[in-house]
């Protein structure tokens, strides 16, 4: 009977205490993955859509807490590579597996325009996510600010007695943020991202939810420990 009902629906007749929201980059990931702003959601219809998702978790008796979490500059993913070609504005980027040789008209590229454009849209949703954060005294994660610190300095990886100087990992390709593809997050990546949603929840909520062993995870994670570079194959 749920197979026509949305998630948020079949997740809020679980009956859950807590509810974690992270939306919106597909809202402008396309653009990014198409190289074409026409892809970007309209505002008004995200705007639309999380006015439906606040109304139907507030209308569910047994929440007790929220975490609401913003979105990274998805112009600086491992995803994109800049464009190296004097035709195209300094600045340019393409898709990784588009090389400059195989670029076949501006289509192909997002241009500085087009990339400010994209940014515009991550910053207009953002004001929304955290407007609605304030708004329901929901927990917020400021992923955006916590990615572009990332991109500048690293992070170095928590362990179980506190961040490992001899640990570190980066935003760029194969840092070990991001698995193969340079969008989707590594298995480390994701100990990280939870980290900061444990801390946004336990520093709003007063609660003492323990930290994921950031060191522990890369042990494990192959795309840490011995990554294979497949775009020099």
């Known amino acids: 009977s749920d197979v026509c009902s949305s998630d948020l629906d079949q997740a809020m007749k679980q009956n859950p205490t807590f509810v974690s929201v992270?939306?919106?980059h597909n809202d402008v990931l396309?653009?990014?993955a198409r190289t074409d702003t026409t892809n970007l959601t309209p505002l008004a219809d995200f705007e639309k859509s999380l006015v439906i998702l606040i109304k139907k978790?507030?209308?569910?008796?047994?929440v007790q807490g929220v975490v609401l979490a913003n979105l990274v500059d998805i112009t600086q993913l491992p995803y994109l590579e800049t464009v190296n070609l004097p035709e195209y504005p300094a600045g340019s980027k393409r898709v990784y597996y588009k090389s400059d040789a195989n670029i076949k008209g501006p289509h192909q590229v997002l241009d500085p325009?087009?990339?400010?454009?994209?940014?515009?849209?991550?910053?207009?949703?953002n004001a929304l996510l955290k407007k609605a954060a304030a708004d329901n005294g929901w927990a917020f994660v400021d992923f955006h600010q916590f990615y572009l610190n990332v991109v500048k300095r690293g992070?170095?990886?928590?362990?179980e007695n506190g961040f490992s100087n001899n640990d570190v990992i980066t935003t760029e390709?194969?840092?070990?943020?991001?698995?193969?593809?340079?969008?989707?997050?590594?298995?480390?990546?994701?100990?990280?991202?939870?980290?900061?949603?444990?801390?946004?929840?336990?520093?709003?909520?007063?609660?003492?939810?323990?930290?994921?062993?950031?060191?522990?995870?890369?042990?494990?994670?192959?795309?840490?420990?011995?990554?294979?570079?497949?775009?020099?194959?």
């Open 30 to 32: 396309a653009a990014v």
């Open 22 to 24: 992270w939306i919106g």
């Open 57 to 62: 978790i507030k209308d569910t008796p047994s």
């Open 155 to 159: 992070h170095l990886l928590r362990g």
């Open 173 to 233: 390709y194969l840092g070990g943020l991001f698995s193969l593809d340079g969008m989707h997050i590594s298995t480390t990546g994701q100990a990280v991202f939870a980290n900061e949603f444990i801390n946004a929840i336990n520093q709003h909520y007063l609660t003492s939810l323990p930290n994921v062993n950031e060191v522990a995870v890369s042990q494990k994670d192959s795309l840490y420990q011995n990554p294979v570079n497949p775009r020099q194959q």
């Open 113 to 125: 325009s087009e990339l400010a454009l994209i940014k515009e849209r991550l910053q207009a949703i």
